[in-house]
């Protein structure tokens, strides 16, 4: 298997970036990733080298040897597993309750099996998902903090270990870099971070061709007491905007595959498609729409 180690950092998605490895289509890819705090955060809240480090690093860029402008990235999320130990730090200057607190409070949390103690009432499955997944952007380099077009920094609870995430190719190779993993985040992320954690993340990459996929796009992890759904991210500037786009890129998507018009897909939207906000804390906010896959398996919509 091809491995990318922690040392293969980058604090943004960029054209001129130099691979860190290439692969071929197919081929089953191991990245390890440092934490959200480029693995300097201590539980006294003290940084190691605070001046060497990275934003919010992902590991990479990976090259996919015949990827092109046009074509788009499958990417199977094969496995997630974290490294011990997952930090949180309460910010003072953004998400819903920062003017409530003064200290830059740091929790350190034990994340090695399969539950989060949050406290003495409290246990949690951990439920490890991908903060930042990306390629590069077309022309300029685009950092790990900002979601877009691109994928990158979308902090989106559906990107799990079974789930399928789909991303434009902009340039030769593609360029994919991951980071930023939570061991457990709810929608929104109200308060700026995640459980932040360290880990490694194995993933199958494919090129394809699907002209009407909106990317970037997640097919959700099988789940047996739940639909397994398509969801289409978008970010801008306000919520507003964000939920407006990732709704028409949804619908778009149904008028491009099936025989539904303006006014019966937006209809069918309006009663199936769910409107979930993944983070209002980046410096563009990300909004997606949910749809149940049986509704595109009912047109024969085939997600390659
Ligand atoms: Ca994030
Ligand atoms: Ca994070």
Redesign the pocket.
């Known amino acids: 298997m091809i491995r990318i180690s922690r040392d293969y950092v980058t604090g943004a998605h960029s054209p001129s970036d130099t691979p860190a490895a290439r692969c071929q289509s197919g081929d089953t890819v191991w990245f390890e990733t440092r934490n ?1 705090y480029d693995d300097r955060l201590a539980a006294d809240g003290s940084e190691f080298e605070p001046e060497n480090a990275v934003e ?1 690093p992902a590991t990479g860029p990976l090259y996919i040897e015949g990827a092109k402008k046009g074509d788009v990235l499958k990417v199977e999320i094969l496995d997630i597993t974290l490294k011990g130990i997952g930090y949180m730090r309460q910010s003072t200057v953004g998400g819903a309750f920062y003017e409530r607190v003064s200290e830059r409070v740091v929790r350190e949390f034990d994340v090695s099996g399969d539950t989060l103690q949050f406290n003495d009432t409290l246990t949690f499955p951990i439920n490890t998902m991908i ?2 997944i990306g390629v590069a952007p077309e022309t300029e380099a685009i950092s790990t903090v900002i979601p877009g077009d691109h994928g990158g ?1 979308m ?1 989106c609870t559906r990107i799990i270990e079974g789930s399928t995430v789909y991303l434009p190719v902009n340039v030769d190779g593609a360029l994919l870099a991951i980071g ?1 993993l ?1 061991a457990l985040m709810g929608d929104g ?1 109200c308060m700026i971070c ?1 459980l932040e954690s360290a880990g490694e993340v194995t993933v199958r990459v494919s090129v394809v061709q699907e002209d009407a996929l909106p990317t970037p796009c997640v097919v959700t992890a099988h789940d047996p007491c739940n639909p397994t759904r398509i969801c289409t991210i978008q970010s801008e500037e306000d919520l507003m905007a964000a939920a407006k786009k990732s709704a028409n890129c949804m619908l778009d998507y149904l008028l491009a595959r099936t025989d539904l018009d303006e006014y019966d897909g937006g209809k069918l939207l309006s009663l199936k498609g769910d409107l979930i906000i993944n ?1 209002i804390v ?1 410096p563009l906010l990300t909004v997606r729409m949910e749809l149940d896959k049986s509704i595109l398996d009912a047109y024969e919509v085939d997600i390659p």
Do not use: L, M, P, R
Request: charged content about 25%; proline content about 0%.
């Open positions: 959200c919010n903060g930042v920094n902090d930023d939570h992320e995640g983070q980046n």
